[in-house]
């Protein structure tokens, strides 16, 4: 089968240069033109995939050639179905890449395999004539790569022309511009893992601002762009929908979200309801008890932000104890390892949490680890028996001091979790610092697996 639906590819010459803004931009005057967009995120993100949603209302995908390889090409054929044009954010610069040296895991490399056209992102604060300078050595770098279209973003009138004819005599089609504007600026703030997660911004102001911002794109050309500059695209071994039924609805499934923990892909909780459609999101600042669960589910998030409104529920922090103690399932990731731990202490203040692995969280101004990481399954567990092997993501800025004696369940080879291990299994709940997408490694459906049989068998 083939690929024939046009696609763009955002992409700048360095991260943290409006690659996220331009793809909403684009995104929403797509939409609001009366076009169905698909969007996706290359590389490891929650935090881009959710303003994608936020402002579309369209679920955005990852592509991830680290951790999916060949893949994201189906991937994409997948999620893509029945849209008229797909949107795909880029990582970092357009050639960055995980060890940088080859192309792997880079956007160039997404964008080869996928035979779409670049959109690149310009920012045009304080830049005029080095413009033509950046765009020359983008496109001489690698000939495979195709530069076709170039947005302008934080730029004010003076510049304008400047650029945009800078553009243009270097070969590409100015599709349009983001202008400097102060509501931009101030709801697209970053913070020490990247721009602020959209669930703990307000929405509709979010949505207004690029309402207002998206009118500067010119879509007859971006459409254009795509269509003539997106080639026909084979894949192969296409795994088709998921169309299996529901195992058992009497497998109940918690979900630790609000603002808080918002750190989920969402295969995930489509893969939960593969085997169930009895799920519920617990909201730890507000809700008082998880109810009649067999599995917990703890995604990461940022604990730490709201420590003071997580250390008040005292109630669902007990209740948690009790769910641990009797023997339920529990997987927590990252923020979610920090939340079952003590305390953290952030901003020189400790705030007490649900107390159920004993350590001290510790939050760094610098980051412990951020990016890849490949790590060992060194005896059976919960997770995956031993020798089974662990592609994920680090990023944390955090790290435990321990106060109790553990056996960790994994071994870094690429990472640094606890000193090169991680992994806490105390009964059946299992935490560590690893981000998993289901794509690479199916933890969730492992340990429900685990819980429908425990159930047969009771």
């Known amino acids: 089968m083939e690929i024939t639906i046009p696609r763009l590819i955002i992409a700048s010459y360095k991260g943290k240069n409006g690659k996220t803004t331009a793809t909403l931009a684009l995104s929403y005057a797509l939409i609001r033109a009366g076009f169905k967009v698909s969007l996706f995120k290359v590389g490891p993100d929650y935090i881009d995939?959710?303003?994608?949603?936020?402002?579309?209302?369209?679920?955005?995908?990852?592509?991830?050639?680290?951790?999916?390889?060949?893949?994201?090409?189906?991937?994409?054929?997948?999620?893509?179905?029945?849209?008229?044009?797909?949107?795909?954010?880029?990582?970092?610069g357009l050639y960055d890449s995980i060890d940088g040296i080859s192309e792997v895991g880079s956007t160039a490399q997404i964008a080869k395999l996928l035979k779409a056209p670049i959109v690149l992102v310009i920012n045009g604060e304080r830049i005029n004539r080095t413009v033509r300078a950046i765009i020359r050595g983008l496109k001489d770098f690698d000939s495979d790569v195709r530069i076709a279209g170039a947005v302008v973003t934080n730029v004010n009138q003076r510049q304008l022309e400047k650029l945009r004819i800078a553009v243009e005599d270097e070969g590409l089609i100015f599709l349009g511009y983001i202008p400097r504007n102060d509501n931009l600026e101030s709801i697209m703030q970053y913070r020490h893992l990247g721009l602020i997660h959209a669930e703990e911004i307000n929405k509709q102001r979010l949505i207004e601002v690029f309402k207002d911002v998206s009118k500067f794109i010119d879509i007859d050309k971006v459409v254009r762009v795509a269509r003539e500059y997106s080639e026909p695209l084979e894949v192969r071994n296409y795994v088709s929908l998921d169309t299996s039924k529901i195992i058992s609805n009497e497998v109940r499934v918690g979900i630790l979200g609000g603002r808080v923990f918002t750190f989920y892909y969402p295969e995930t909780i489509e893969r939960i309801q593969t085997f169930t459609n009895n799920i519920k999101f617990i909201d730890p600042e507000v809700d008082q008890e998880l109810g009649d669960l067999d599995l917990l589910l703890i995604g990461g998030g940022f604990p730490e932000v709201y420590g003071e409104s997580l250390e008040r529920n005292r109630s669902l922090k007990s209740d948690i104890r009790r769910f641990i103690d009797s023997g339920k399932h529990l997987y927590a990731e990252c923020g979610g390892l920090m939340y079952l731990t003590d305390s953290i202490i952030y901003n020189n203040e400790e705030y007490e949490m649900v107390g159920a692995i004993d350590a001290i969280t510790i939050m760094h101004r610098k980051p412990m680890w951020y990016g890849y990481a490949r790590a060992r399954v060194i005896r059976d567990s919960v997770i995956g028996d031993a020798g089974t092997v662990l592609m994920g993501h680090e990023f944390h800025y955090s790290s435990l001091i321990l106060r109790g004696n553990y056996e960790f369940v994994i071994k870094y080879e690429r990472g640094v979790g606890i000193h090169g291990f991680d992994g806490f299994q105390i009964n059946n709940v299992y935490a560590h610092y690893l981000h998993i997408h289901p794509d690479t490694y199916d933890v969730i459906g492992r340990m429900l697996r685990r819980i429908l049989i425990n159930k047969a068998r009771s």
């Open 49 to 92: 995939p959710s303003y994608h949603l936020a402002v579309t209302n369209t679920l955005s995908r990852n592509l991830d050639y680290v951790l999916m390889g060949d893949k994201v090409i189906s991937r994409f054929y997948k999620y893509s179905l029945n849209s008229d044009i797909a949107i795909v954010e880029g990582v970092s």
